[in-house]
């Protein structure tokens, strides 16, 4: 299978708490990112966290831990399929230049056009 992430001098498989990951790599003084995508899920119960991820609850908390981790003009995606997600702009603005993409994610002959939200974000300085 040759996707161009083969070579693990290049490239580098974790598996983790997004949130954990996140917190941590700023303390180790790692370089920023330019590029994320997020997509998590609606609800997970972990029994390695303290607390359950709610993706209504903890979208905020996690686009900020993000952005701390992102580029001046990094930009994420980020898109949820918890079909009664509500999107907070304010929550978020003094970081991001936000964009609502959700149209141009979805084919325009999928039945659903509901089945997924998604959002372009772009750091701000």
Do not use: C
Not at 41 to 53: E, G, M
Not at 83 to 108: C, G, H, M, Q, W
């Amino acid at each position: 299978m040759e996707n161009g992430f083969l070579d693990r001098r290049q490239h580098t498989l974790l598996r983790d708490d997004a949130r954990e990951f996140l917190k941590h790599r700023g303390r180790r003084g790692e370089r920023p990112f330019d590029l994320v995508v997020v997509d998590p899920p609606t609800f997970s119960r972990s029994t390695r966290q303290l607390q359950d991820w709610d993706v209504q609850r903890d979208y905020a908390d996690l686009l900020q831990a993000v952005a701390d981790n992102l580029n001046t003009g990094g930009i994420v995606y980020f898109s949820t399929n918890y079909r009664r997600f509500k999107f907070d702009e304010k929550l978020l603005a003094n970081t991001y230049d936000i964009y609502e993409i959700s149209r141009k994610t979805v084919p325009e002959d999928f039945r659903n056009a509901r089945i997924h939200r998604s959002w372009k974000f772009v750091k701000k300085a």
